[in-house]
């Protein structure tokens, strides 16, 4: 078994990391203040590193799991970074959230240094991270991404081959983008119809059993029912950060995207008010005063 390292154990890194382990990869995970507690995955085997090199230096695949762009960039291209101590045919996979023009400058530094790379951003939740039930979108050499799979697969139940390097980012902002968009229509609707004294259950009631059905509904339902968020905890400082990415994306191969540039707009404001929040969250800041002006 091939030895893996991972860089960002965050809410979704874990889950990942913690099936990695399960299924009996060597696992080498890089210290950093804002991983989640590591206690288990040290107790199940796998070991920690204080810096990059010595990650590198151990990892024949190496998995980076950080909030964006600027971090993924940060681990590669830093002085002490991991393309200063990549060892020759180490495989970095980059599922993190990311601009493809970024993520394809990114390989072509991978590969001149003697590496290779495959972006394989995620969709779904902390909780099916844990489960192992993640869904994947790859974009990269075919041969390299069958040869990834066995290790994928421990940690996602479905997996999108995609197409060439940065194909599996363009993608996950085009998922992210409808996805996003869609909370954030639903959020305007709620916090509308909370302002026009319709009754929660009665908007979901009628949206379920026509054109607003779907998982976007059955996420927000617990909060504009019952102002309850545990279901849905992507924040809307990550969805800032995506609406933001899919526009410069748009911008770059010159597409339309009127439509995206007001939904970041909306996030924009809802972050502005309350950073911190979640997406359903967002139903109660546009339901607030300040919102209609």
């Known amino acids: 078994m091939k030895t893996v390292g991972m860089i960002g154990i965050g809410m979704m890194g874990h ?12 696992l080498v995970v890089l210290a950093h203040p804002g991983n989640q507690p590591l206690d288990a995955l040290l107790q199940a085997g796998a070991k920690q590193v204080s810096s990059i ?19 993924v960039e940060d681990i590669l291209f830093n002085a002490t970074g991991l393309l200063s101590a990549l060892r020759p045919g180490t495989v970095v996979i980059d599922c993190s959230t990311a601009i493809p023009s970024s993520t394809e400058r990114i390989a072509a530094a991978v590969q001149q240094a003697g590496g290779r790379f ?27 991404y069958q040869e990834c799979l066995p290790l994928l697969k421990s940690f996602a139940e479905n997996i999108t081959f995609a197409g060439p390097v940065g194909s599996g980012h363009r993608l996950k ?7 996003l968009g869609f909370s954030a229509v639903l959020a305007e609707a709620a916090a509308c119809a909370a302002r026009a004294d319709v009754k929660p259950e009665v ?6 059993k026509g054109g607003g059905a779907g998982v976007i509904l059955e996420r927000l339902r617990p909060f504009i029912e019952h102002g309850d968020n545990s279901g849905f905890r992507f924040t809307i400082s ?3 950060k995506d609406m933001t990415y899919y526009d410069t994306m748009a911008s770059e191969v010159g597409a339309s995207h009127a439509t995206a540039t007001a939904i970041r707009d909306t996030y924009a404001g809802a972050y502005n008010q309350r950073a911190s ?3 359903p969250e967002l139903v109660a800041l546009l339901a607030s005063p300040a919102a209609a002006h």
Do not use: W, Y
């Not at 024949?60 to 762009?69: A, F, K, Q, R």
């Not at 902002?173 to 996805?179: C, M, P, R």
């Open 238 to 240: 990550n969805a800032l």
């Open 203 to 208: 908007l979901v009631d009628v949206l379920a």
């Open 277 to 279: 929040g979640t997406v």
């Open 173 to 179: 902002l085009l998922h992210n983008f409808v996805s």
């Open 15 to 26: 889950g990942i990391a913690t099936n990695v382990v399960k299924h009996d990869h060597p």
């Open 53 to 71: 090199p010595e990650l590198a230096h151990q990892a024949d695949i190496v998995i980076l799991c950080v909030t964006g762009t600027p971090e």
């Open 118 to 144: 495959l972006d394989a951003p995620m969709t779904r939740t902390p909780k099916e991270a844990a489960e192992g039930r993640l869904n994947l979108i790859v974009g990269g050499d075919e041969s390299l």
